[in-house]
């Protein structure tokens, strides 16, 4: 379903709530990842905590407009930390570091235009669902210290291992060790009112299917704490426990905000080497965030990833310019979008403006919110990526789809996002392999070559191959989004030995949504339905 069919500004009633999620989700997130950025000790020029909101904004508003994506959100993760650390140790400053930013976003513009985007096309189903879970797990790991009241971390934190040497699960043991009593009551009550908000009969009140649980947390919140440092001021949160950000007072306030790169590091080497490294891992962080998010979407549509990569690509040419992050789609972000009922972009672009209007006007009214009611929010967002029912689901497929979903989880759990899906994937293929008991006597080539393509008038007959497997997945997307409105599409996989669960799941999904969308009928032989494991 394209984006024109959605009609951007017929769904404001859904976008507009869904962006003050977004954005209540996506400040933290913002602010926590500046904030580890800039913990480099001896390095003169390191970004100020707003650095973080630029991206944000950016990744917005100017990605978010870009973009072919209906619901992904884009803006500094938190997975760029450490070469954010690392390259602004290498280069001396942030503001050759900046430098660096806007060449990783001309390689992205470029390799846009190369179609280097149909790298996404070869992430199996199994781990991105292993992916999303993982998500899910960590947040609810990294935001139970928040919810008791223990601070130390940033939030937004992924990492499993620590500078202090503890880890996600010891800082849980430190957190029980350390709780806030106002914090608790904070973070269950807001809990409460989320899952309230959940609820059927809550959806039918108007003003509540308008106004977002989210939005009633956070004002719920910066009530409770007020009326805590009135009846009993030790269990009153303030500093490191409540939001911080710089209160903007005149202009010369707002254009310190913002940094200027220092062009004379054109010179390094170092820099192009910097810039490389952020466009390789920001565009492989982008393409598994533009996947996962395509498995969210409950209108299932396809993102065209070399248009992502070129938005993805001017968006941190222009965060390099104005002194921001890196920025890459965020599924944290993203998801939370999906679970608050956007339909089209302009959630995400709302969600950069609110962004940009709030940290400029209200930053004293901000800096009021508690931690413990963000966390809340997130936990939900964790929950909902990493449901039970989605591991049962996908153990009844079998241990071919079961097994490299669950050592994803465990590897990105305890490591980190892109070693979990290397892993994860490799997992995959050997089970491909030993699929493959006779490969060396079959013809190998059709791994890669998944059907032949027979077109009579407005009939157009795919007759799949013998093997058909999760490699096969984005030429079969390709073919399926190039058909005609109105056509008829035959799928004939009588002669196939073995179809993958992948393919089964694009062709189901097509069937139920793309196809009605552009009224092509569709006939199938030899292709079993399958219980597709894609809802959260």
Same mark, same amino acid.
Request: hydrophobic share 50%; proline share 3%; net charge neutral.
């Given at each position: 379903m394209s984006e024109n069919k959605l009609k951007l500004f017929k769904h404001l009633k859904h976008d507009l709530p869904a962006s003050i999620v977004v954005y209540l989700v996506a400040l933290p997130l913002c602010l926590g990842v500046a904030f580890a950025s800039t913990d480099v000790e001896g390095i003169t020029g390191m970004p100020n905590i707003f650095s973080g909101i630029i991206a944000g904004v950016i990744g917005g508003i100017v990605v978010g407009s870009l973009s072919g994506s209906g619901l992904g959100v884009s803006g500094p993760a938190a997975?760029?930390? $450490?070469?954010?650390?690392?390259?602004?140790?290498?280069?001396?400053?942030? =503001?050759?570091?900046?430098?660096?930013?806007?060449?990783?976003?001309?390689?992205?513009?470029? @390799?846009?235009?190369?179609?280097?985007?149909?790298?996404?096309?070869?992430?199996?189903?199994?781990?991105?669902?292993?992916?999303l879970a993982a998500i899910g797990i960590i947040l609810i790991l990294k =935001?139970?210290?928040?919810?008791?009241?223990?601070?130390?971390?940033f939030m937004g934190d992924e990492s499993f291992l620590q500078p202090d040497g503890h880890n996600t699960f010891s800082e849980i043991y430190y957190a029980l060790q350390k709780t806030n009593v106002g914090a608790i009551i904070i973070s269950v009550v807001s809990l409460a009112v989320l899952i309230l908000f959940e609820q059927k009969f809550m959806k039918k009140i108007k003003l509540f299917s308008f106004l977002p649980g989210a939005l009633f947390v956070v004002v719920l919140g910066v009530v409770l704490n007020s009326v805590f440092g009135m009846i009993d001021p030790s269990l009153a949160l303030s500093g490191e426990h409540l939001v911080q950000l710089d209160v903007v007072r005149s202009m010369g306030d707002f254009q310190n905000l913002f940094t200027s790169p220092d062009f004379g590091v054109l010179s390094n080497p170092n820099v192009y080497i910097v810039g490389l490294t952020i466009a390789i891992i920001a565009s492989l962080e982008t393409l598994l965030s533009v996947e996962a998010t395509d498995k969210l979407d409950p209108h299932k549509r396809i993102t065209p990833t070399n248009r992502e990569l070129k938005a993805q690509g001017v968006g941190n040419i222009l965060s390099g310019l104005l002194g921001g992050l890196p920025i890459t789609q965020v599924i944290v972000r993203s998801s939370a979008n999906i679970n608050s009922g956007g339909k089209t972009k302009m959630s995400t672009i709302f969600h950069g403006i609110i962004l940009f209007l709030s940290v400029i006007l209200i930053a004293n009214v901000l800096n009021l919110i508690p931690l413990a009611s963000l966390a809340a929010i997130l936990?939900?967002?964790?929950?909902?990526? @990493?449901?039970?029912?989605?591991?049962?689901g996908m153990y009844k497929l079998g241990w071919n789809q079961f097994l490299p979903f669950i050592? $994803?989880?465990?590897v990105v759990v305890f490591t980190d996002l892109l070693k979990g899906i290397g892993v994860g994937i490799?997992?995959?293929?050997?089970?491909?392999?030993?699929?493959?008991?006779? @490969?060396? $006597?079959?013809?190998?080539?059709?791994?890669?070559f998944a059907f032949d393509k027979k077109k009579e008038g407005d009939t157009t007959t795919i007759v799949l191959a013998e093997e058909v497997n999760f490699f096969n997945k984005g030429a079969i997307s390709k073919m399926l989004s190039e058909l005609p409105e109105g056509s008829t599409l035959e799928i004939d996989g009588t002669n196939s030995r073995y179809i993958d669960y992948d393919v089964k799941e694009i062709i189901q999904d097509f069937e139920a949504l793309g196809a009605k969308a552009k009224n092509i009928t569709i006939t199938m032989k030899g292709v079993k339905k399958i219980n597709v494991m894609g809802g959260h």
């Amino acid at each position: 379903m394209s984006e024109n069919k959605l009609k951007l500004f017929k769904h404001l009633k859904h976008d507009l709530p869904a962006s003050i999620v977004v954005y209540l989700v996506a400040l933290p997130l913002c602010l926590g990842v500046a904030f580890a950025s800039t913990d480099v000790e001896g390095i003169t020029g390191m970004p100020n905590i707003f650095s973080g909101i630029i991206a944000g904004v950016i990744g917005g508003i100017v990605v978010g407009s870009l973009s072919g994506s209906g619901l992904g959100v884009s803006g500094p993760a938190a997975g760029l930390i $450490t070469i954010v650390l690392g390259a602004i140790v290498a280069l001396g400053s942030f =503001e050759a570091f900046l430098v660096a930013v806007i060449i990783a976003g001309i390689i992205q513009v470029i @390799a846009g235009y190369l179609k280097a985007g149909v790298i996404g096309y070869y992430f199996p189903s199994s781990v991105i669902k292993g992916m999303l879970a993982a998500i899910g797990i960590i947040l609810i790991l990294k =935001e139970i210290p928040h919810a008791f009241g223990y601070d130390a971390d940033f939030m937004g934190d992924e990492s499993f291992l620590q500078p202090d040497g503890h880890n996600t699960f010891s800082e849980i043991y430190y957190a029980l060790q350390k709780t806030n009593v106002g914090a608790i009551i904070i973070s269950v009550v807001s809990l409460a009112v989320l899952i309230l908000f959940e609820q059927k009969f809550m959806k039918k009140i108007k003003l509540f299917s308008f106004l977002p649980g989210a939005l009633f947390v956070v004002v719920l919140g910066v009530v409770l704490n007020s009326v805590f440092g009135m009846i009993d001021p030790s269990l009153a949160l303030s500093g490191e426990h409540l939001v911080q950000l710089d209160v903007v007072r005149s202009m010369g306030d707002f254009q310190n905000l913002f940094t200027s790169p220092d062009f004379g590091v054109l010179s390094n080497p170092n820099v192009y080497i910097v810039g490389l490294t952020i466009a390789i891992i920001a565009s492989l962080e982008t393409l598994l965030s533009v996947e996962a998010t395509d498995k969210l979407d409950p209108h299932k549509r396809i993102t065209p990833t070399n248009r992502e990569l070129k938005a993805q690509g001017v968006g941190n040419i222009l965060s390099g310019l104005l002194g921001g992050l890196p920025i890459t789609q965020v599924i944290v972000r993203s998801s939370a979008n999906i679970n608050s009922g956007g339909k089209t972009k302009m959630s995400t672009i709302f969600h950069g403006i609110i962004l940009f209007l709030s940290v400029i006007l209200i930053a004293n009214v901000l800096n009021l919110i508690p931690l413990a009611s963000l966390a809340a929010i997130l936990l939900l967002i964790g929950y909902k990526l @990493a449901k039970p029912s989605l591991i049962r689901g996908m153990y009844k497929l079998g241990w071919n789809q079961f097994l490299p979903f669950i050592v $994803t989880i465990v590897v990105v759990v305890f490591t980190d996002l892109l070693k979990g899906i290397g892993v994860g994937i490799l997992v995959a293929i050997i089970f491909i392999l030993a699929n493959y008991r006779f @490969a060396i $006597t079959y013809s190998f080539k059709n791994m890669f070559f998944a059907f032949d393509k027979k077109k009579e008038g407005d009939t157009t007959t795919i007759v799949l191959a013998e093997e058909v497997n999760f490699f096969n997945k984005g030429a079969i997307s390709k073919m399926l989004s190039e058909l005609p409105e109105g056509s008829t599409l035959e799928i004939d996989g009588t002669n196939s030995r073995y179809i993958d669960y992948d393919v089964k799941e694009i062709i189901q999904d097509f069937e139920a949504l793309g196809a009605k969308a552009k009224n092509i009928t569709i006939t199938m032989k030899g292709v079993k339905k399958i219980n597709v494991m894609g809802g959260h």
